[in-house]
């Protein structure tokens, strides 16, 4: 006698792998842009002055920062005027268009900022840049 319905295998369990890929390579992409922007995360807030003519850079640059009570930072760390000279020279020691921005307060002494301007530009560096703030009309 024939039977109505087909026998039933016992099947093994399997894991679907497909969807784990999925889920894995999002994460992946999700990990890669939120680390994009975690990357400005060491710098102070310096309040700089605004600009009518400011451009953006979009190149890869050293960030110096001045504090309103005149102290130097780079990375969000406070450094000496020795030490930011040497930190200069090797940033510079592959080529010296290696650009250097520097985010100076607005109300920053007029004397320090020079004073690491001059430092900037002694230790090798050409390409050197003053942050400001675009003007909002």
């Known amino acids: ?33 939120t680390s994009s922007f975690a990357r400005n995360q060491e710098k102070l807030p310096v309040d700089v002055p605004k600009a009518s003519n400011a451009t953006t850079m979009e190149t890869d640059n050293m960030t110096v920062q001045i504090a309103k009570n005149g102290r130097i930072f780079v990375s969000g ?8 000279t040497a930190k200069i020279k090797t940033w510079v020691s592959t080529s010296p268009d290696r650009p ?17 301007l001059d430092s900037i ?16 009309k």
């Open 121 to 136: 530009r002694s230790s090798g560096a050409a390409n050197i840049g003053l942050a400001t703030t675009p003007v909002t």
């Open 1 to 33: 006698m024939k039977k109505l319905l087909p026998e039933k295998r016992k099947q093994k369990p399997q894991i679907v792998v497909t969807n784990l890929i999925d889920v894995i390579l999002l994460l992946v992409f999700f990990f890669m842009i």
């Open 100 to 116: 250097v921005m520097v985010e100076a307060d607005k109300d920053a002494n007029y004397g320090r900022i020079i004073n690491v």
């Open 77 to 84: 760390k406070p450094l000496e005027m020795t030490d930011l």
